[in-house]
């Protein structure tokens, strides 16, 4: 119950607020249309899983509560993981170094992005458990305990959280891999047989129930997967299903930013600590703690080489990360040097990530998303975001039933390395939508800048051309409330326009 009211506290500030992130918004918005009866990947294109969508979905059907249902469920999950971190952690140190440890993953989590919505808050969960479940099982062949029975049903459970874990993040298949090469090396050794027996029948008894079992686990991990695909494939959406879950990821071609580079090195960098830190301190592992421990860093090592190896970089890909690493930071408790570092560690980050947790909720308040909804008000009507909210287009009920185009991720069409990774031609389809004269353009200050965005010209330019000439400014939310550090082309991280008097919309909301 600590643990409990621990993670609300950290997270009180933006609980219930709706513009604490712009991807956990298009979300809510994409999972409210599949619950509608739209097409993932056809209707509303998106490259991420089908299973996320409809998870995020459920909570669209809340309504005006939607943002309370969601982040009440992120608490829950943030829990709900941080238990698992104690368990996992009891495996190889004290107790109160495994709750410290669960501590510091809540605090660590608004450090990068994790004080929201975020799809790690979420699969963190199923992988941490996954985790413990094959734990249990190393744990158990180093007590000399391990039954058969036992090792097929935490293997079956573990690769079936995998499973769902794979449908909010593809990239956990790594961590999955490795689980199910751990799950069959116990299920190799776990089998005897007599050495009277000839070669041949040794053999045949051990490979048959050992590939037995392997098939079991690894058809439960993809069997998520290939039940969305079968679907899609006899709907008749199977080239667009496989388009947005394989072909657009390798035709993305962008190069990440250097910030956004050096934030999740220094992140990773810090987590990683936990191993030469350990060390120094003179942290032996040897008997039943020895086989966790070698299994928990080998998770950790395959969750950092997952983050490096996918395209595309930013800061809050170190969110997969702290669930292991905060394991590896419990043992450190036992000694005295690691448990004056442990508690600094968790008051600083505590404090780091409460002022940037306060700073977004004065930045971004209830009052500013009500004057967002009735700038968009009056008169209702469609809405076109570049770069900027996907919260927008769902803002107002007319809003919500007009879909301008199936590109709706605000940086879809604004993006550079989205070039050539959509299933339209980016320059084209934004002409389309503009020569619509929507009701209501939203963009950023950002867009145009030549400096932050230079080989974006041509799509910038048209952006702008048409806003200059067919527009009205209505609103313009500031970036920071203290923003005298900000350019002038990057003061606002979202402004509202509004078709100027006169000019009639091309598209308009249909009936209800």
Known sequence: MVLLLWVVALRWALLGNPLVDNDDNFYLYAGGRLWA?????ADVWDR????MFAFYGLFD?????RFWAAHCAAVLAVWGTGLGIVRLARTIAPATGAWVAAFLYVACLNLRRGYGIETPVFYNLLMVWAVWMVAALVLGRGKGDLKPSTLLGHGACAMALVGLAMQFKPTTVFEGCYLGLILLALAWRARVLPATAPLWRRLLLKLLPWCGCGLLWAGLAFLPTLAVALAYAASGHGHDWWFANVDSLFLRHGQPELRQQLKLTCAGGVLALAWPLGWLLGLRFRGAERGPWLFISGWALIALLAVIIVPGIQSYYALPLMAPFAVLWAPLWRAKAGKALL????????????YTVGTLARDRTMGDWQAMQTALSNPAGCVFQYLSQGLVLEATPQAARCHVTNLPFPNHLADEEEQGALPRDTLQELARILALRPQYLVDKSKVGNADARP???????????TVKRDYVRVYAHPRSRSHA????????????????????????????
């Open 343 to 354: 508690l600094v560690g968790l008051a600083v980050t505590t404090l780091w990530g409460e």
């Open 455 to 465: 080989t974006m010209g041509a799509a910038d330019k048209l952006f702008l051309d």
């Open 37 to 41: 009866g739209d097409v993932i990947y």
């Open 48 to 51: 991420k899983p089908w299973g």
């Open 61 to 65: 059907q809340f309504g005006p509560w």
């Open 485 to 512: 550090h900000l350019s002038a082309t990057d003061l606002y991280d979202l402004i509202i326009w509004r078709l100027r008097p006169g000019l009639k919309p091309l598209i308009n909301p249909p009936s209800p």
